[in-house]
């Protein structure tokens, strides 16, 4: 089955530690996304990357940092100088130029205690 | 670049009611809309989606229409079930990203 898989579903970490974030696709997209969600607000675009080894910044990259090495991968890591990283977190991915149709993963919830 | 404004809720409705949530965009050019749907703790799903003027996305019983007269794709559905039960989220193409509405919680009740 083709789609995007993200680990893990829960991750506690504790103030002060950096966190990675899994996210990989088997749909031969190009271009993948990561974005966080907090409670009753839309998704705001963390880092976005349309070919490997490349990616940009989006509306709120500061302290995060994203990694594009291979095709079908591109974990997330939460840094200790993110102020507020207890989010629910979602990666997408979609094929470039197809209108944007984004697919998505099932989420991880990052809780920072 | 593009955004997209969409009624805020939360929206509570009645099983059969008749369900619509507003979505406008600002846009230059004709870009590409969507409507994506989240259950409780999961991914968004794509529900619709239209890619140019007068398209009608549908799906699920759920309809959309691109209407560029009035730079709107507002969502309907003529007689909701609990299942609908999540949050509705309008999108549109923003130079090779998506931009969000804020998203809209629907509670379907028996």
């Known amino acids: 089955d083709g789609g995007i898989t993200q680990s893990p579903k829960y991750l506690f970490r504790k103030e002060g530690q950096n966190v990675t974030l899994s996210c990989e696709q088997n749909?031969?997209?190009?271009?993948m996304y990561w974005y966080r969600q907090d409670p009753g607000q839309g998704l705001r675009l963390i880092y976005y990357s349309q070919i490997v080894n490349d990616f940009q910044k989006g509306d709120i990259a500061e302290g995060y940092s994203v990694s594009r090495e291979k095709k079908e991968s591109f974990p997330l890591t939460v840094t200790s100088a993110q102020k507020n990283p207890t989010a629910f977190y979602l990666c997408?991915?979609?094929?470039?130029?197809?209108?944007?149709?984004?697919?998505f993963g099932p989420g991880t919830r990052l809780t920072v205690l | 670049g593009n955004s997209v404004t969409q009624m805020e809720g939360p929206v509570t409705l009645s099983e059969e009611a008749f369900l619509t949530i507003n979505c406008t965009y600002t846009?230059?050019?004709?870009?590409?809309l969507f409507w994506y749907v989240q259950y409780p703790g999961e991914g968004l799903q794509l529900l619709l989606k239209?890619?140019?003027?007068?398209d009608k996305g549908s799906n699920k019983g759920f309809e959309a229409t691109y209407r560029k007269e009035t730079t709107s794709f507002h969502l309907e559905k003529g007689s909701v079930q609990v299942s609908d039960s999540a949050v509705y989220f309008c999108?549109?193409?923003?130079?090779?990203?998506?931009?969000f509405g804020a998203g809209t919680t629907v509670t379907v009740r028996a």
């Open positions: 846009a230059t050019g004709y870009p590409s």
């Open positions: 749909l031969n997209h190009d271009a």
């Open positions: 239209a890619t140019k003027a007068d």
């Open positions: 997408a991915s979609s094929i470039l130029g197809l209108h944007n149709e984004q697919f």
């Open positions: 999108a549109c193409d923003n130079d090779y990203k998506l931009s």
